[in-house]
């Protein structure tokens, strides 16, 4: 492995970024083409630069993170590189305003010390496609649907728009035995390489309003109210609650009550805006590491 680059595991408001928080903010993290371990103390991930797939090692060192690849890169391909690592892990996003908020909230201020940015994929479409294979079944069948993309179409790394795309139906239907899922993943990579469908658009940055990005969302194939709040908060869009058959369970447990509608919920966490749906979450996802 070589040295690429250490950026300071710091946010724009000095804020501290705890890297075993962000590899484990969610589940999706341990999908190919990361290589799951289950370490705290560093992450691996597959990455098709150029025309080879490379494999990227991330950890914590001495303030920063470190990032090394285990093959040759060229001056512009490590630029873009660490520009798509600042996105995944998050660096640029000032998280100062959401720790204030939670600071005197007994149940959250444990975050307030680099917990709650949420390991993104290099692309939106990665995010979409792997939200879409999280819907309506067992998390053995997303990790088995994922897999299969990865290491039939995209030869170890994440596949492309265009090699799903040019896959034929059976192959979700049989190979990845995606079920219904799969004509919804075709439809969307087509969608993305006719230039019919711009994820990239979604990101914050682009200056999108959250209602716009939703209503897009919900326009997207296979994306129902779940697989919306879920991608929202992968943006960075951090207003929606996540509600499945999960994270009801879990509030319900972790809050001691009986019984909770959604909009009760909702209520508890109105005080955090536009970060209410992140503080859900967070809340949830305590014990993952404790």
């Known amino acids: 492995m070589r040295s690429i680059a250490a950026l300071p595991l710091r946010g724009p408001s000095g804020e501290p970024i705890d890297f075993a928080r962000t590899i484990h903010s969610h589940g999706c993290t341990s999908l190919l083409p990361a290589i799951d371990d289950e370490s705290v103390e560093h992450y691996r991930y597959r990455m098709r630069i150029g025309n080879a797939v490379r494999t ?49 909230d007994p149940d959250l201020a444990w975050a307030s010390v680099g917990a709650g940015r949420l ?22 069948g997303t990790v088995r649907m994922v897999r299969a993309l990865v290491e039939n179409l995209g030869k170890g790394a994440f596949p492309t728009p265009e090699q799903m795309a040019q896959a034929p139906l059976e192959f979700y239907t049989q190979g990845a035995r995606a079920g219904y899922r799969g004509a919804y993943l075709r439809t969307l990579a087509e969608g993305v390489v006719e230039k019919r469908i711009d994820l ?34 992968l943006l960075g869009r ?24 959604d909009k009760t919920i909702e209520r508890r966490f109105k005080r955090y805006g536009r970060f209410a749906g992140l503080a859900f979450w967070l809340l949830l996802t305590r014990d993952w590491l404790d």
């Open 200 to 233: 990239e658009a979604l990101r914050p940055s682009s200056g999108m309003p959250d209602q716009e990005a939703e209503e897009r969302l919900l326009a997207l194939p296979g994306i129902g109210p779940y697989a919306c709040a879920h991608i929202m908060l």
């Open 119 to 140: 390991l993104a994929s290099p692309t939106v479409f990665e995010d979409v496609v792997k939200t879409i294979c999280t819907t309506n079944c067992a998390w053995s």
């Open 238 to 261: 951090y207003g929606k609650l996540v509600f499945d058959s999960w994270t009801r369970p879990k509030y319900l447990k972790i809050s001691g009550k009986r019984r909770a509608a």
């Open 56 to 104: 990227l090692h991330f950890e914590p060192r001495d303030g920063n993170l470190i990032v090394s690849c285990d093959g040759p890169l060229g001056a512009a391909q490590e630029r873009r590189l660490l520009e798509v690592v600042r996105r995944m892990f998050r660096l640029d996003e000032d998280f100062g305003p959401f720790y204030d908020a939670i600071r005197d």
